[in-house]
């Protein structure tokens, strides 16, 4: 059974840093991109940044291009986003996710929270 968990949010002052963390279990992570996805209140959910299962290539939102790295552990079955010079318009739920086949599966988020 696929499963995601994220981690890592918190309430942080602007041009803070968080790291958020996403746990896989269920499938074998190297195979499989994962992205990151956020989610304001009264917004929809948007793409965040996203890493391939192969060849670890990036992608990343305009909004967060040279602020966020996303970075994968194989090992670990672990994807990791690294947020820095976090903004007031970052605030929102973050979560992972994985396409597999034709089912995609979500994290329950972690809430990222940034004050001005």
């Known amino acids: 059974q696929v499963q995601l968990v994220e981690s890592g949010g918190g309430l942080v002052q602007q041009g803070g840093s968080l790291r958020l963390s996403c746990a896989a279990s269920?499938?074998?992570?190297?195979?499989?991109?994962i992205g990151w996805f956020r989610q304001a209140p009264g917004k929809e959910r948007e793409g965040v940044s996203c890493?391939?299962?192969?060849?670890?290539?990036?992608n990343y939102a305009d909004s967060v291009k040279g602020r966020f790295t996303i970075s994968r552990d194989n090992a670990k079955n672990t994807v990791n986003l690294e947020m820095n010079n976090l903004k007031p318009e970052d605030t929102a739920i973050y979560y992972c996710?994985?396409?597999?086949?034709?089912?995609?599966?979500w994290g329950q988020g972690t809430q990222v929270t940034v004050s001005s």
């Open positions: 890493i391939s299962g192969v060849d670890r290539s990036t």
């Open positions: 996710s994985v396409l597999i086949v034709t089912r995609r599966s």
């Open positions: 269920g499938f074998t992570l190297d195979y499989y991109a």
